[in-house]
DNA sequence: ATGTTATATTTGGTAAACCAATTAATTGGT
DNA sequence: ACCAATTAATTGGTTTACCAAATATAACAT
């Protein structure tokens, strides 16, 4: 067993992508790097920052993610024609980028699905509200087997009606959340013993809503599904604003 | 100079990483990768897959970004403990991810600034309302010198009042959307002539309601500033529902 | 001098090699 | 037979070497 010092100095509070991220948000910052002007080959910057190759390419990688830079192949990669002040906000945001804040979690989501399921009421086809029904069936199956919790279930229920909103880029964003939301929710037993029984009727008004395309409806019935955990990041913020308020 | 046809046979339709991920994703629909079960070692599907390990990092690099694997130095790479159609949902989105959807784009941006500056309203210090007005009077001054767009400087306003939010998540949404929003904006010319200058009084508005704390005020005054470009988005959707009901 | 072709160099793409930490197997003692 | 310590094999982390395409340079013909 090692002591506990040895645990505690062994955590590298930087990844040596973010470093490297670090330094040519530096770069550009310092008006070294313009926009539009092509980076120094990946080997000048593996040896100018002292480390490999791979290292550099993966942060390039992630810029590129994120719109930041533009690689073409055989040739060199390239700033993207950005305000050096909008790709500093970018860069700063992407070292600092955290989906562990639960609450922000939370409440991201909960927006997101009250705007995914408004456009899903208005958009939805036949084939989407079969899917619908399909997924809430599952759910059903499972509560009614016994089981604890269908966190998974109700996952999937939420992913066809972000599908069926007919917006790509809404429908990734709450996608890309899901992991975490059901890691969270899991950990923390947010929902209590029967939750799962309760939610069946605001499933169920919720898929009704959307059937008839009522737009005004599926958003409260999504509110009032949402509300229990909703009122838990709510808490969390208050929190935080009393905190910071000291 | 190339002849055409040598152009077009050159263009490869899936690049190997999401080769990869569409194999992983076929290895655990199939059954033969369960949740929660460790991956082959990377050398073991570079072999497998025909194809180098840096691939195959890659890959996981991109899979473990969305929490659907966690890798475990030395030791093993795992898939995440979420059911089997949930991991399948994200993958599909992952390959498919496009954030090319210009009504998309927009419109997502549209709800996710709606709630924003909601949120910002209600929980801006006063360090926001500086930030906020540092950036309008940029804007300004870049519009009043004679530039034809200042959208650089308009999305340096948006960010600091997504920062204003106190949402990291919602925060770094519409971060992640700028560079495409940018790029599209000023590629198709969207905002007319003097769109510029008649933007003015619209941030203005917005600007007030965030210092006084009126969030109904703000979440309107935004919508109106918004409006003109969602029109745009509206009309896209619109036209791919007469698509579909053909 | 100028435009064109060959050649050399530089680029990112790809694969392989090396490293340290971890885990599994083996050994030796009880 | 069982447990501890030691060794061997396997893992992801990291660096390096090689490749083909793209670009810059040089050589040549006009």
Known sequence: MKSLIETITAIQLESPVDKIIGQLKQLITSGQLKPGDRLPAERVLSEKFGVGRSYIREAI???????????????GTYVAGLSINVIDSIISDIINFNKDDFNA????????????????????????????????????????????????????????????????????????????????IVDNKVCGENRGRSAIPEHRAVLKAIEEKDVEAAEKAMAVHLNEIWEISKAGFATKKIINEL
Chains 1, 2 share one sequence.
């Open 61 to 75: 990688l992630k810029l590129e993610f994120y719109g930041l830079l533009k690689t073409n192949p055989q040739s």
């Open 105 to 184: 979690l939370i409440e991201a989501r909960y927006y997101l699905e009250l705007t995914a399921i408004k456009l899903a009421a208005e958009r939805r086809t036949s084939e989407d509200v079969d899917a619908i029904k399909v997924a809430l069936f599952d759910y059903e199956n499972k509560i009614n087997s016994g089981a604890s919790n269908a966190v998974e279930e109700d996952m999937l229920f939420h992913i066809k009606i972000a599908k069926a909103s007919k917006n790509t880029v809404i429908e990734s964003m709450i996608l890309i959340l899901i992991p975490d939301l059901i890691k969270n």
